[in-house]
């Protein structure tokens, strides 16, 4: 069911009680959070309690409020499970050439805005990257091959029909 799979998402993130995971220190593995509202804002205080992490929105000037409201601070997220993770990204910002540095790209943002997304990362994704699109429309491999060319070969694209948790 999908409760059952929000719920496994979740727990693969964090175990149940306070103590980390042996897996839970920073991976040398890069992850970019595409967007600025609720949903980028939760997988980014996520992955970066794991991974490098940078959070990119390209829309006018979010990045750079939402850089200046976390200021020095913290992320502070409640799981389900009671657990709290306490992370921070690496970076916020508006500039794709971040993409670069990427292995997984999630774009947390409505499909209408994957194209964009898809247009200013296309001269910086490096084979094998993953990207994820939460949530994905029909027909969202198709306007990545459009928008990625050739390189569209050389990456993974995964969509969510709708958020995991």
């Known amino acids: 069911s999908c409760k059952l799979g929000q719920t496994a998402f979740l727990r693969a993130v964090a175990s149940p009680d306070s103590s980390p995971m042996p897996d839970e220190e920073k991976n040398e593995f890069t992850v970019i959070v595409c967007g600025g509202g609720n949903a980028a804002q939760v997988a980014t205080a996520m992955y970066a309690a794991r991974y490098s992490t940078i959070a990119v929105s390209l ?34 910002t508006n500039d794709p050439s971040v993409a670069a540095k990427a292995d997984m790209i999630i774009l947390a943002v409505p499909s209408f805005a994957h194209g964009q997304y898809f247009e200013a990362f296309e001269p ?42």
């Open 59 to 92: 829309y006018a000037d979010e990045a750079a409020k939402w850089k200046e409201a976390l200021g020095d601070a913290d992320y502070e997220l409640t799981l389900d499970t009671g657990k709290v993770l306490k992370s921070r990204p690496d970076d916020i």
């Open 124 to 165: 910086y994704i490096k084979k094998g990257t993953v990207i994820v699109c939460m949530p994905a429309r029909s027909g969202g491999d198709l306007l990545l091959a459009a928008k990625l060319g050739a390189k569209a070969d050389d990456v993974t694209f995964v969509g969510f029909e709708t958020l995991p948790w």
